[in-house]
Structures are given as C-alpha cells and as structure tokens.
C-alpha cells in the first residue's frame, strides 16, 4: 500500500469486507478472529485478525494498489466507507475464487498460484511475450525463497565466524544480556516525520515503544496495542507471532547461528555486487535469509509469513554499525513489508542493564 496516511492504510484492514471462500481453522486457540473482531465479515471466519490484514496487505502489493484504489474515495478520511460496495471489490472477489480453483484443482490445494503470480506488481496483467525479457539479461531477484546452492561461495559456518568476529567477538557477544535503546522512527505511519522509539531486549524477549503503538513479545507470545486498531490489544498469531520471536532473536546475534538448520548459501546480485545469502529453517516456518557484505557485516535479512492467500515478505536493512561496549550493534535499521516502510535511527544503546519485568507483561 502507497498512502502515506497511516489511519488510511490501518482503515482498508479495520473496515473492508473481503469475502474468501472458505474458512481458514489452522489458528484458533483462541485467538482473536477476524469475524470476532469485524462483525460484517461474512465468509472470512477462522482466520486470526493479524493474519487478515497481512492479506489485505498481500492484495495492494500485488496489484501495486493503494486502499482506496478499491475502496470508495470516502475512505481517505472515513473507516466506515470502506465497508462500501465498488466495482473492484467485486472483481477482487472473483479473482480470489478463481486462484482458490487453481490451487484446488491442480495443485492440492497448495499455494502454487497467487494474485502475485499473474499481476506483479500491475492492476492488469500483462498477456503478451515481452522481447526486452526475452532477449535482454534477466533481472536478479536477492529476496527469492528459493535459489540455488553455489559451490563458489564461503560455507554458512564462515561466514558467521568473520560477522561474529567483526562485531566484536562470540564472547562479548555472548556476554550481553539485555539492551536499552532509544531514537526515532519515521515511516507512512508518522508522515515521514521523526518520532521517538524505545526498546527493550532480552535474549528471547523484545518490547518496541512507537509513540502510541508498542509491540511486545514476552518469549511465547506477543501483541500489538495502539489507538488506531479498533481493539485494543492485538494478539499475534502463526507467522506474524513467529515473525515478533526471530525479531527477539536478532536482537542477539550470539543465538541466530544455532537457532536455525539446514543452512545452505548462494550468491545474489544487490547494488550491483555479488552478495553470499544464507538461509536457514526452524521450526517448520518459512526459511530466513541473511545478506552478508564485503565487510562481514549483516546487511539484511529476509523472512516471510504464510498466510492463506501466499506468503508475505518482510525485509529488515541494517547500516550505521556504532560500537556499544565492545560489541558493532545497527544503529539504523529499515523495515520494508506490503503495507509500509519505516526507519529506525538509534541514537542511544544501554547494554547489560536491569529492565523492570512489567515491560515484558501482557498489556
């Protein structure tokens, strides 16, 4: 999504009535649903609430659409007319029969077939053979799920050895035991504009205070609260709850290497060089990759949540490595999913400090 008002982007996922076909079950537990928490919804039941607004999310991305694009032009500054009827939202209906079909019908119900699939990016997909792709040098994709293992490129383990070594070493790294920083934020959501973040960590545990927006994840499970969310406390759910646990564990590089399995590395092109990724699993989630750069340093890493309409990506940029206690810790990090952009820039870090346990409790 494009629109760089926040309550507009927060709008198509409070108000719009999306009807999927079936109903999704894989993640009650008690959750919140989409249907509890937006009654009008009439066929999208057992979803979480977190996991649908991914997937209106997923929609605007892979049509390069902003909300009210679909929606009534009354939305950009009233909720409720997005709940209006249009013309788009009845296409976008049929579209999300017709790919359940395709996947129904030839591929097992899985999803080998999105709205990204077709669109890319474009309301209109195109039909014609492109010569300029025929004949021209293919695009590289660095954030692809699914590469090609290179014999060329250092193994996992090296990798993590020089990115330990050069932010300080495995044994300050593994001395750090908690961490409190502070700095702004900006983004859609503030206007672009500077806005004061604080974070707390622990090995295993992460709160992020963005003005009236905190996210928290307490070591099992997490939640969103903010003044614009029509409830009051978001539980997070499947892949964004999974999502708020690799943040924690980010937070503390001594643990990443053995949190995940199964690494293997390739080579993608960014910025106009070559680049070693490498990705690994856990847990059954989705794979996580991690950018490596000329200096050792993590430059990026890449995650997805699946959702029932495809997989959403999230990619996190770090740059300004300042030193904090013997230990090269980011001091700006860019986030980038399908409904926003935001820029953390830290200018204070406190590490090894005490942190009052209320920060971590269920708000």
Known sequence: MKLGNRRTIIGVMVAIICLLPFGYAGAQN????????????????GMPADEFWDIMGMFAASLGKDCVDCHALAAVD???????????LRT??????????????NFGGLQYVTCFTCHRGTSIPEIIPELALQYGVPAEKPNAMEFFPSRFAPSADELFDTYFETIGGIEALSELTSFVATGTYAGYETGHLDVPVEIYAEPGRRVTVKSDN????????????SENFPIPVMELSGGNLDAARLEALLSFPAMIRDSFSDWRVGITIIDDLDVPVVQGTRDGQPPVNFYFGESGLLDRVVYWNQTTMGFVPVQLDYSDYREVSGIRMPFTTLMSWTTGQITYNLTDVQTNVAIDEARFARP
Do not use: K
């Open 30 to 45: 008690g959750r919140q649903m989409a249907e509890d928490v937006w009654p009008g919804i009439d066929l999208l039941r």
């Open 78 to 88: 009233n909720w409720e007319a997005f709940a209006e009827d249009t013309p788009m």
């Open 92 to 105: 976008a209906r049929g579209m999300i029969n017709m790919v359940n079909a395709i996947n129904r019908d």
């Open 214 to 225: 905190v996210r928290y994840f307490d070591g099992t499970d997490g939640w969103i609260t």
